[in-house]
């Protein structure tokens, strides 16, 4: 869309296009031949799908133009992206020691993502220039002072965490980002051509968000919630008590903690989301499968903010994780925004 409009720079190359070519069956033709490359076994499924996509499209040289630079864009994007360590054979590792991460009661489950990790990043140059500090050494403070609040406010039977926090963390536990995108769109009035660029920022940004907090987690390999409250007795710090029965509001994933995944890809959306907005400012409201309510806004910030403490709510990550993944998230947003995407000088 962006090569008939003309008015960013394009990711990569921009196919020859007129202007006057239908943008609809560019955008349809693009998506559908991605998808169908990645996902082959879905053809049968969307190929009557991406026809009545065409079919709404008037005949002539505009459908026809819009379908060839699909086609080519379609190309490019998957061309680039050839050997780029998409379902590696990366295994997890698990550990014994105090602090190093095991899986988790009560499924135990292991999550299939370490391979995410080593996957080539679509903006940055590596995911290890992301590196951060870590989390915080198990004989610390604030070690203990942050296992104490997630021990507290996280339990699944906590007697202090409020109504709206329990919302809260299950609100954002399924979090609406797809949702708030499309409500923004509708609701600023964006054209096709500034939506296409809308998701393909944030989308591009999430996706780098995603390499870097699985790079890390496998770098850290570092222990969840649950594990270090049952096993607080292992871990030498004197300020730190077993409950070898706790148990978090929601489920731990199978992977390690640090740094928070969700965190980290709500920070690239909204730091992708003021840059495209151009404010930090903005109403919104979605509705979230996960609890089952509508939260609304008044800034991106005012998201973040919440999306950080709803985890520690929910018992399965704790503030630094949380806040670290944030900090890296927008970090990328930040880049993206200095580097891709900028308009074209008239």
């Keep these: 869309m962006n090569a008939i409009t003309r008015t960013n720079q394009p990711y990569l190359?921009?196919?020859?296009?007129?202007?006057?070519?239908?943008?609809?069956?560019?955008?349809?033709?693009?998506?559908?031949?991605?998808?169908?490359?990645?996902?082959?076994?879905?053809?049968?499924?969307?190929?009557?799908?991406?026809?009545?996509?065409?079919?709404?499209?008037?005949?002539?040289?505009?459908?026809?133009?819009?379908?060839?630079?699909?086609?080519s864009a379609a190309a490019t994007m998957l061309a680039a992206r050839e050997n780029d360590g998409r379902d590696g054979s990366r295994e997890p590792v698990f550990g014994t020691e105090p602090g190093v991460w095991r899986p988790t009661p009560p499924p135990f489950a292991v999550t299939d993502s370490a391979w995410i990790g080593d996957v080539k990043p679509f903006l940055i140059p590596s995911a290890e220039r992301f590196r951060s500090r870590g989390p915080n050494r198990l004989e610390s403070g604030i070690y203990a002072k942050e296992l104490s609040e997630v021990k507290e406010l996280g339990a699944a039977d906590s007697a202090t965490r409020t109504p709206d926090q329990t919302d809260t963390a299950l609100y954002w536990d399924q979090a609406p980002w797809g949702e708030i995108l499309v409500s923004l769109a509708e609701s600023e009035n964006l054209n096709a051509n500034d939506t296409a660029r809308l998701?393909?920022?944030?989308?591009l940004a999430g996706a780098d968000a995603e390499t870097v907090v699985i790079n890390e987690k496998n770098y850290g390999n570092t222990r969840r919630p649950i594990t270090a409250i049952r096993n607080a007795d292992t871990d030498g710090n004197p300020a730190t008590t077993p409950d070898p029965d706790w148990t978090p509001l929601i489920d731990t994933p199978g992977v390690p903690e640090y740094p928070a995944g969700h965190t980290t890809g709500s920070g690239a959306i909204v730091g992708a989301l003021q840059s495209f907005f151009g404010t930090v400012q903005m109403e919104f409201s979605a509705f979230s499968r996960g609890s089952g309510t509508?939260?609304?806004?008044?800034?991106?910030?005012?998201?973040?903010?919440?999306?950080?403490?709803?985890?520690?709510?929910?018992?399965?990550?704790?503030?630094?994780?949380?806040?670290?993944?944030?900090?890296?998230?927008?970090?990328?947003?930040?880049?993206?925004?200095?580097?891709?995407?900028?308009?074209i000088a008239r």
Aim: aromatic share 10%.
């Design 13 to 71: 190359a921009a196919p020859p296009a007129k202007r006057w070519y239908s943008q609809d069956a560019a955008a349809a033709t693009a998506a559908y031949r991605v998808v169908i490359a990645l996902l082959s076994d879905r053809k049968a499924a969307l190929e009557p799908l991406y026809e009545q996509s065409l079919a709404d499209v008037p005949d002539g040289a505009a459908k026809t133009g819009g379908i060839e630079v699909g086609t």
């Design 199 to 203: 998701l393909a920022m944030v989308s």
């Design 294 to 343: 509508t939260r609304s806004f008044t800034s991106f910030s005012q998201a973040l903010q919440e999306t950080i403490r709803s985890r520690v709510w929910g018992g399965i990550y704790s503030r630094t994780a949380d806040d670290f993944g944030a900090r890296i998230g927008k970090r990328i947003a930040n880049g993206e925004s200095s580097r891709y995407f900028r308009p």
